[in-house]
């Protein structure tokens, strides 16, 4: 706000510091100073989306073959500012890739954040440079449904999802009579669910757009968040609502690749089944060239018809969370949907249907064998998962192995969120350095070139796509280009790469843009893999 003492009072109202002066006995002056001020009617809020240190997921080597800065937009972020007012004057931030300028905060009335626990460490710097020039700051995400403990600075805490508590959280704002908190009292029907704000993005700079369907997971494994922030009903969206959103990023010219960011797209799998049919006919409809991504539990594989029904609507690749090959792992924190299962013929099933199938690996459950870094490393290769996203275990807050590892004193630490540093927050049965070692040693034999390309060819001897109209942009011959000089002549697995370009050439040519596609990818995930060698001989 631009009244001076509403800034100062609205500064110590949002102050989240631990051991700040209780709140109601300053409630009497703070409603003298917002009552006596002047308030401005069209607000401008600047959404601000930290930075994603480098790990796995935020791709960045990956993305430079593509000219691109980011892999995708803050779905959150947008879709809060959808649920704000219409009239209000709203600017997007992203990080990852534009910077946060001075000149953003002198403009902006309230700055709302969102950040996954990753990010903490550019969260903060936000908070606390808008703390410096006074801006009210509205927090919320994962980062602070979970965890606002660790968070230093000003913030006004929100918790939950938006939907639900956005009309207050608005009508506070304009009184100018902001509460420290604001906390969701359950989950929210998603029919309630606006289109996000595409007005706000830079298409040019990203890989793919991300749309919601689903949120929340039916299963229970100890070691994961969804349900602890989502909820273990999975609620969904109407068919009409996501067609909707396609329809709005088709009006913005995207017709490139979604990433459906649901927990577990086939949670209720009867809602899946709908939204696939809508999907197939909208897609003929409009001859749209959009492809899907999405994550799944394994089950999927059980289910031929879906699989058949989710290629022809345009799905492409589909993250699965196997964790590990070991049954009494697997067991131990309650993945009980995938140790009934064969794995390797699931993941092989799921490749046949036309599915490249990602996989998210774990080492670090007390029932982890001596033996579980050959047994891993022998599954995945064996599978053909090319994309093998292996992490160590690390304690989340709020999730039931959190609550075990502290009732038993075994928390040492606060999680990071980073599963790919080699720094455990808790006492391993396995050894700290004996962990740390060996899972370095693994993410490096799983990218060494020779090894890599291996599993791709594993993985293109199961792997049936249909039949595709494929059109090559000027992005994917740039991409082509650049991994020619920087796989086919800098890398030193440049005869591994010759070699399954050539091969695929000659047997399969049609899907010679998957191959380029892997070998990127590839190159992305060993640079994350050279980086965990240093630091675990550290």
Not at 256 to 276: A, C, H, M, P, Y
């Amino acid at each position: 706000m631009c009244n001076s003492h509403v800034s100062e009072a609205t500064n110590w109202c949002l102050s989240r510091k631990v051991g700040a002066a209780p709140r109601d006995k300053k409630l009497g002056y703070l409603q003298e100073v917002y009552l006596s001020s002047r308030f401005k009617p069209d607000m401008k809020v600047l959404l601000v989306y930290p930075k994603t240190p480098d790990t796995f997921w935020n791709m960045r080597h990956a993305l430079k073959f593509i000219c691109k800065r980011a892999s995708m937009p803050p779905l959150g972020l947008l879709t809060v500012a959808a649920l704000l007012p219409k009239h209000w004057d709203l600017r997007l931030v992203d990080m990852n890739v534009g910077k946060l300028t001075e000149a953003d905060l002198k403009w902006a009335d309230y700055v709302f954040l969102s950040a996954m626990l990753i990010q903490k460490e550019s969260a903060e710097e936000v908070i606390g440079w808008a703390n410096k020039f006074g801006k009210p700051v509205v927090a919320g995400g994962p980062l602070f449904t979970t965890s606002p403990n660790l968070v230093n600075g000003r913030f006004c805490l929100v918790r939950g999802e938006a939907e639900e508590i956005i009309s207050e959280l608005v009508l506070d704002m304009e009184q100018g009579q902001l509460k420290p908190e604001y906390r969701a009292a359950g989950f929210p029907d998603l029919k309630t669910s606006p289109v996000p704000r595409w007005d706000l993005v830079k298409f040019k700079h990203y890989a793919a757009m991300p749309v919601q369907f689903s949120r929340g997971c039916p299963f229970n494994c100890e070691f994961c968040d969804i349900v602890v922030m989502f909820g273990r009903v999975p609620r969904v969206k109407t068919p009409q609502q996501v067609i909707t959103e396609l329809e709005a990023l088709r009006g913005y010219g995207w017709d490139g690749g979604i990433f459906l960011v649901d927990d577990n797209f086939i949670g209720n799998k009867r809602s899946t089944r709908q939204l696939l049919l809508e999907l197939i006919e909208w897609r003929r409809r409009n001859n749209s060239k959009m492809t899907f991504m999405t994550e799944a539990s394994i089950n999927l594989a059980d289910d031929p018809e879906l699989c058949r029904l989710m290629v022809e609507a345009g799905f492409r690749k589909v993250f699965v969370g196997i964790e590990t090959p070991a049954p009494e792992s697997l067991e131990e924190c309650g993945k009980f949907q995938n140790k009934s299962k064969d794995l390797e013929e699931a993941v092989h099933a799921l490749q046949r249907y036309g599915l490249e199938v990602m996989g998210g690996f774990i080492v670090g459950f007390d029932s982890d064998p001596k033996d579980i870094f050959r047994r891993q490393f022998q599954f995945i290769q064996k599978t053909g998962i090319a994309t093998a996203m292996v992490g160590l275990l690390t304690a989340l807050p709020g999730t039931r192995l959190w609550n075990r590892l502290m009732a038993e004193g075994r928390i040492i630490a606060e999680s990071t969120g980073n599963n790919t540093a080699t720094v455990l927050n808790f006492i391993p049965k396995l050894g700290r350095e004996f962990l740390v070692q060996g899972y370095a040693s693994l993410m490096n034999a799983l990218y060494e070139p020779k090894l890599y390309y291996q599993r791709v060819k594993v993985f293109l001897e199961n792997y049936h796509p249909p039949r595709l109209n494929l059109t090559i942009s000027w992005i994917d011959a740039w991409a082509f280009l650049k991994s020619i000089w920087v796989l086919g002549i800098r890398d030193k697995g440049r005869f591994h790469y010759w070699k399954l370009l050539f091969t695929t050439l000659l047997r399969r040519p049609r899907i010679f843009p998957t191959v380029v596609e892997l070998a990127i990818m590839g190159y992305h995930f060993r640079q994350i893999a050279r980086g965990l060698r240093v630091a675990a001989t550290a």
